[in-house]
């Protein structure tokens, strides 16, 4: 239930710094919950993955997902305590920004899953 929480309120914290200007959201982008005190949103600076290079050319999307740069905005909720306009004690909400590269060790499995895949279609014929 706690991650849930999280979830609501990391998204509603984005979207006020979103309705700020603080941070402009491209048209693609992906939001994770890892735990109760963290969201990721990744934003690909080249758009979607094209999933259909996989199959066609691995090699190429390979190289395409790997050499991609993508915006990290990291969502958390800090271990102080801010006060609200009720004086009611809330924990604050922190973020940060970067540029950096795809995490790669849950693309590489995939891409060696399809890989294995596709070897597998051709070592049958």
């Given at each position: 239930?706690?991650?849930?929480?999280?979830?609501?309120?990391?998204?509603?914290?984005?979207?006020?710094?979103?309705?700020?200007?603080?941070?402009?959201?491209?048209?693609?982008?992906?939001?994770?919950?890892?735990?109760?005190?963290?969201?990721?949103?990744?934003?690909?600076?080249?758009g979607e993955i094209n999933y259909d290079?996989?199959?066609?050319?691995?090699?190429?999307?390979?190289?395409?997902v790997m050499n991609q740069d993508v915006?990290?905005?990291?969502?958390?909720?800090?271990?102080?305590?801010?006060?609200?306009?009720?004086?009611?004690?809330?924990?604050?909400?922190?973020?940060?920004?970067?540029?950096?590269?795809?995490?790669?060790?849950?693309?590489?499995?995939?891409?060696?899953?399809?890989?294995?895949?596709?070897?597998?279609?051709?070592?049958?014929?």
């Amino acid at each position: 239930m706690d991650q849930q929480k999280a979830s609501w309120a990391h998204k509603d914290h984005l979207h006020k710094k979103m309705k700020r200007g603080e941070i402009s959201m491209k048209d693609y982008s992906l939001t994770y919950t890892v735990d109760p005190k963290n969201t990721y949103v990744i934003q690909p600076t080249q758009g979607e993955i094209n999933y259909d290079l996989a199959a066609k050319s691995p090699l190429k999307f390979y190289n395409n997902v790997m050499n991609q740069d993508v915006v990290e905005h990291k969502i958390g909720r800090s271990d102080g305590m801010a006060s609200d306009s009720h004086y009611k004690a809330i924990r604050k909400m922190t973020m940060s920004s970067r540029m950096t590269k795809r995490h790669v060790g849950q693309i590489l499995i995939a891409v060696q899953n399809k890989l294995y895949a596709l070897i597998g279609e051709a070592t049958k014929n």
